[in-house]
């Protein structure tokens, strides 16, 4: 889990890796539930366009209706 930024250095790349460790990392430093890390990685999302603007919209939109999902089916402790 990169906790520095030579940590992050050492994995740069546009990968589901470095994306899961800056979740992770998240995630442990404001001792959460979860958490949400992005790096260049887009794959996962195909547009079709080349558009950065479009794409970037996209791939939010993809990401905050993954997490309405994932929190609709998550059961929250009783104080939040």
């Known amino acids: 889990m990169p906790e520095t930024n030579s940590q992050m250095d050492?994995?740069?790349?546009a990968t589901e890796t470095p994306a899961l460790e800056l979740a992770q990392a998240a995630k442990n430093r404001?001792?959460?539930?979860?958490?949400i890390g992005k790096s260049g990685a887009?794959?996962?999302i195909n547009s079709g366009?080349?558009?950065?603007?479009?794409n970037m919209t996209g791939f939010a939109c993809a990401?905050?209706?993954?997490l309405k999902e994932c929190l609709e089916?998550?059961?929250?402790?009783?104080y939040l």
């Open 73 to 78: 089916k998550t059961k929250l402790p009783a």
């Open 42 to 44: 887009g794959t996962t």
């Open 30 to 35: 404001l001792n959460a539930y979860w958490g």
């Open 63 to 66: 990401a905050l209706k993954l």
């Open 10 to 13: 050492a994995n740069r790349a």
């Open 49 to 54: 366009g080349e558009d950065r603007f479009e």
